[in-house]
Nanobody, 119 residues
Framework: QVQLVESGGGLVQAGGSLRLSCQAS????????AGWFRQAPGKEREFVAS????????YYADSVKGRFTISRDNAKKTVDLQMNSLEPEDTAIYYC????????????WGLGTQVTVSS
């Protein structure tokens, strides 16, 4: 089993920055990649970004490209999401995720951290 714990959410004004961090524990070394999803009130959950543990290959949703940066520290088993130029539309609960395989559903989810961007 793999456990994921997010931190770093909060309230920020539009144009500001926040950094989310995800601490993995358990058998996280067995996972292929990790990343972030988010869910805004009244909306479906959506993919934000992901990164592979071994080679650090990254993927981003079009809505966050150029503003968000995902990174990982294999030794610490952490995955961070640096969010810049935040917009009110980025307001959501952000979930850390991890997956055992190259594709398909994500196997592990954190409880989430709230990000609120005020206009």
């Amino acid at each position: 089993q793999v456990q994921l714990v997010e931190s770093g959410g909060g309230l920020v004004q539009a144009g500001g920055s926040l950094r989310l961090s995800c601490q993995a524990s358990g058998r996280s070394e067995s996972t292929y990649n990790a990343g972030w999803f988010r869910q805004a009130p009244g909306k479906e959950r959506e993919f934000v970004a992901s990164i592979t543990w071994t080679y650090g290959i990254t993927y981003y949703a079009d809505s966050v490209k150029g503003r968000f940066t995902i990174s990982r520290d294999n030794a610490k088993k952490t995955v961070d999401l640096q969010m810049n130029s935040l917009e009110p539309e980025d307001t959501a609960i952000y979930y850390c995720v991890a997956r055992n395989t190259y594709e398909g559903e994500y196997d592990y989810w954190g409880l989430g951290t709230q990000v609120t961007v005020s206009s």
